[in-house]
């Protein structure tokens, strides 16, 4: 009787013992760290195909659970500058969660002629694509370098499902554009920051094209232009605790450029701190298109020295001279709440320029508060505008009721 008791306990802490054991290594990830693959990490040597090699090995890897703790990790480590050419991340990939974990930081050629793009158009400098599950987080950063050029993508994720990107990654002197989502489904970036000249030209923050369900949060953006764009195809955005300045502020557009087809809705943007930038809350679409924004609130705002706080352009015009026309993308219920601050000396603090044919309706003013830097009374422009004004109204727009 004591030797089948003793059996039975030994027999069930063996079973114990080995669940535990099952467990722990079932939630191990597989670690796949650059330096292993050939990555020397000193900012001179070319560190391309160490990362293609270590990209291979952790896509190719399958997490043994559905659990992110167990899956795949390409780590990049700290204290070392990676040098880098335009390099492309392609999936699917066998685990359904991949993660990406930057601790060091990337830096892309100098010269422009010394960019090898092999089938690449030089676009973009890093791109992940249909990559499902795609985490990336760190403390690293991405020096486009693109102070010679301005032209070309840092990091672009695209055609990807369930993507999750920020935990202080930091985005500096892109050539062109920082950071590009296109083409996502269920896609959270949090908690980055983005740094380029005011004066560098078209080196948007982030821009945001044919994506469903993204959320952008907690994050710090200066550069020489769109904190925050919106194109073509973009449903069911959330922006909110962004800090914005300096840039042209955080745009709907442009859109229709062309002709074309374009659409944006079901828009959120809230909790925006906008520090000389030369605009805040814009919409801007050609002449000639074709499509519709609508359902877009801007909420609780804070404007310090903003050339132009809020703009709805319907004439939107990138050059010397555009094509008239009568067409127009159609803008409609769009909200302003909660925002107040100052308009820079002598410039319109609110300017909404819509089409005679295809006007502007159920446009919300509420509790809007904008006056000029120098304390005076800030100018509006309005033309074909419909809607209403709620609560606390500065400047008055006669247009609204």
Known sequence: MGDSSHNNTFFTVLLILSLLLLFTTNSESTVFNVIDYGAVGNGLSDDTNAFANAWKATCASSSSSSSS??????????????????????????????????????????????????????????????????????????DGRGQKWWDGKTLEIASSDNVRLGDGLRFKDSPRVHLV?????????????????????????????????????????????????????????????????????????????????????????????????????????????????????????????????????????????????VSAIEISNVTYRQILGTSRKKKIAVKMDCSETVPCRDIVFEDIHIIGIDGKIADYECRNVYGRSLGDKLPRLSCLY
Not at 108 to 116: C, H, K, Q, R, Y
């Open 69 to 142: 703790s167990s899956s795949p990790i390409m780590h990049v480590p700290s204290g070392k500058t990676f040098f880098v050419q335009p390099l492309e991340f392609d999936g699917p990939c066998e685990s359904d969660t991949i993660i990406v974990e930057i601790e060091g930081n990337f830096v892309a050629p100098s010269d422009p002629s010394s960019w090898d793009c092999g089938k690449n158009d030089c676009e973009n400098w890093i791109c992940f694509r249909r990559v499902d599950g795609l985490r990336i987080r760190g403390h690293g950063s991405f």
């Open 181 to 325: 989502l296109n083409s996502l489904r269920n896609a959270y970036v949090s908690d980055i920051s983005i740094e380029a000249p005011g004066s560098s030209p078209n080196t948007d923050g982030i821009r945001v094209s044919s994506c469903t369900k993204v959320h952008i949060d907690r994050s710090r953006i200066g550069t020489g232009d769109d904190c925050i764009a919106m194109i073509g195809g973009s449903s069911y955005v959330t922006i909110s605790n962004i800090t914005c300045g300096p840039g042209h502020g955080i745009s709907i557009g442009s859109l229709g450029k062309n002709g074309g087809y374009d659409t944006a809705e079901h828009v959120r943007v809230s909790d925006v701190v906008f520090i000389g930038a030369t605009n805040g809350a814009r919409i801007k679409t050609w002449q000639g298109g074709k499509g519709y924004v609508r359902d877009i609130v801007f909420e609780r705002m804070l404007l310090h020295n903003t050339g132009n706080p809020i703009i709805i352009d319907q004439f939107y015009c990138d050059r010397a001279h555009c094509t008239t026309s």
